[in-house]
Nanobody, 128 residues
Framework: QVQVVESGGDSVQAGESLRLTCTAS??????????WGWFRQAPGNEREGISC????????WYTDSIKDRFTLSKDDAKNTLYLQMNNLKLEDTAMYYC???????????????????WGQGTQVTVSS
């Protein structure tokens, strides 16, 4: 059974940093053959894709809202996906999830459909 677990979220002040971690059981990111990324959902908003990485080549995409502040990386040996978040802003407050992703022009980052193994997410709260 596939289980995705996100962790690392916390309550921080604007300008601080966090590193989110995504691990999976029941699948190996590399062997899945899919790109993986991070999505976030703020209260009252739809879930949005913010970053995506191809597991084989390590190519990354970021949306403009987090570009130059967040860095997506992976560790094959640990079967883990990371999101380093620097210079956090109030508008980064959201629940963060990881899932397989696909990228269309923009870039617009979308979850691979259908994906039914969404984790519980990890909450990031940024205050002034």
């Amino acid at each position: 059974q596939v289980q995705v677990v996100e962790s690392g979220g916390d309550s921080v002040q604007a300008g601080e940093s966090l590193r989110l971690t995504c691990t999976a059981s029941g699948l190996t990111f590399k062997q899945s053959g899919m790109a993986w990324g991070w999505f976030r959902q703020a209260p009252g908003n739809e879930r949005e894709g913010i970053s995506c990485i191809t597991w084989s080549g390590g190519r990354t995409w970021y949306t403009d809202s987090i570009k130059d502040r967040f860095t997506l990386s992976k560790d094959d040996a640990k079967n883990t996906l990371y999101l380093q978040m620097n210079n956090l802003k109030l508008e980064d407050t959201a629940m963060y999830y990881c899932a397989p992703c696909t990228v269309v022009s923009g870039p617009t980052i979308l979850p691979v459909r259908p994906w039914k193994y969404w984790g519980q997410g990890t909450q990031v709260t940024v205050s002034s």
